[in-house]
């Protein structure tokens, strides 16, 4: 295989993060930077890119702008170089179609020059001068490394057997032909993937079911919490201190929060609500509903034809069977660990939960060798991770919010210097050390900027 060169750090990944990773390290000077993605070219989960389907977050929160906004690769400049900033701010007066955000991923990428497609990784194993990664057709020799893989789907154990064209992950809704209309459909999950599917069946030519049953073990259907307040959660002050936090804490805020996160759009629930009453009332067609909020899928197995589903309630004895040609799990994801990282696994640093243990800058909590030649920006064999850190950092590590942020982080971790400003922002909620952590508390009161530029006393 040929022999790649040495690079300060490889990216193995190239969603969202570790695209921000690479776009902000085009400032800093002599940094040798590559980013490795398995598939050929760059999407933006394509399995659940709905026509109309929108951000849930500002479109500023791009890849560049909250930590340098007068980089080249921003979603503005992306905007001006296409020759359409001005009908788009006409047009998007509310969300921006995540089409369009995945259009600008991939400028990006073709701009930054450092991404290789059709780079799957194979293996990583530990080397003198930090760590080999190996492909099919190459070995790519590296310091460090920061793995931005994303999530994996997770499929409930006693579905897995099933797996197919009649039983799926959401991840997979769009990828091939689905047998829908005019069958007797289950979506399983009540985030947003799994209303956006509904929503899908229910308007979309050609796919409305007989029957569609929505189970989701949520009570209700909850709408995304985007308040001011909830939002303060998802900024550098939010993710320092659940950081800070003991493990009953991060829990108890992990539980609490979960609306500002994985809610559904409000816009999105109106919209199935008025598009179900249209069906029951409005239209002559054959179709039959039951929104099950509060239900799991318990049990499945195979009935001819199609599927018999077992639906538990939240009372004890209260279950519903359902017979189904079509189960759809939209189920979320799992931060398993790569297979390609087995033989650094002995060596991990982990919880007694089994998850990664990851400091505040987003490394893992393991000793680097320091720098091996005088030339290099960097130190040797640090691992940072993307997107695997919900446990440590909160709600807000697999959010667009603020992977912008978490890049510039990790690239002042890496070089050892401020290469970006990742400190001092501020919020509206007085984040402070914990008391377990011996820090001060936070003060009580505290002056708006102007008057403590004016030198307005506290109350």
């Known amino acids: ?109 073709d701009r930054i020059g450092s991404v290789h497609f059709g780079q799957e990784v194979r293996a990583v194993e530990r080397a003198p001068e930090g760590f080999h990664v190996h492909t099919a057709d190459a070995t790519w020799r590296t310091r460090n490394l920061v793995l931005g893989v994303g999530r994996h789907p997770h499929v409930p154990p006693h579905t897995r057997r099933f797996l197919g064209a009649d039983v799926f992950h959401a991840h997979d809704y769009l990828k091939a032909p689905r047998r829908t209309a005019g069958a007797r459909v289950l979506v399983v999950g009540g985030g947003q993937s799994a209303a956006e599917i509904v929503h899908h069946l229910l308007s979309a030519p050609g796919a409305l079911p007989s029957e569609l049953v929505w189970a989701t073990g949520r009570i209700g259907l909850p709408p995304l919490d985007d308040s001011p307040f909830s939002n303060d959660w998802f900024t550098p002050g939010g ?58 899928l318990v049990q499945l197995g195979r009935r001819e034809p199609g599927y018999e589903a077992l639906l538990s309630g939240i009372e004890p004895g209260d279950e519903r069977p359902a017979a189904v040609d079509t189960v759809i799990l939209a189920t979320g994801y799992a931060n398993d660990a790569p297979g390609f990282l087995a033989p650094l696994l002995p060596e991990l640093p982990r919880h007694d939960d089994g998850t990664f243990r990851v400091r505040a800058d987003f490394r893992l909590d393991m000793p680097t060798a320091g720098a091996a030649e005088p030339r290099s920006l960097v130190g040797t064999g640090g691992i940072w991770v993307q997107n695997a850190a919900r446990h440590s950092h909160g709600l807000a590590d697999p959010n667009l919010s603020l992977s912008t942020w978490r890049s510039a982080t990790i690239l002042n971790s890496l070089t050892g210097r401020e290469a970006f400003r990742t400190q001092g922002f501020d919020t509206t909620f007085a984040f402070g050390p914990h008391p377990a952590d011996g820090g001060p508390a936070p003060a009580l009161h505290r002056p708006s900027p102007l008057a403590a530029a004016k030198g307005v006393p506290l109350p």
């Not at 300060?8 to 002599?30: K, M, Q, Y």
């Not at 047009?91 to 995945?102: C, G, I, P, Y």
């Open 1 to 109: 295989m040929p022999a790649q060169p040495l690079y300060d750090v490889l990216a193995v990944g190239c969603g969202p993060s570790n695209l921000s990773l690479a776009a902000l390290a085009t400032e800093i000077p002599g940094l040798r930077l590559a980013v490795l993605e398995r598939d050929t070219a760059m999407h933006w989960h394509p399995g659940l890119m709905f026509p109309g389907a929108k951000l849930q977050v500002s479109p500023w929160k791009d890849l560049v702008s909250l930590s340098s906004p007068t980089n080249p690769h921003s979603f503005l400049n992306y905007l001006v170089s296409s020759g359409r900033v001005h009908r788009f701010l006409v047009s998007s007066r509310s969300a921006v179609n995540r089409k369009e955000f995945e259009q600008y991923y991939a400028w990006a990428a």
């Open 239 to 296: 993710v320092r201190h659940f950081h800070r936090a003991g493990p009953k804490v991060r829990a108890r805020l992990l539980d609490t929060l979960q609306s500002t996160s994985d809610g559904v759009s409000e816009g999105l629930l109106a919209d199935i609500y008025h598009r179900l009453y249209e069906l029951d009332y409005l239209e002559d067609t054959a179709f039959g509903h039951a929104v099950l909020p509060g239900y799991r």
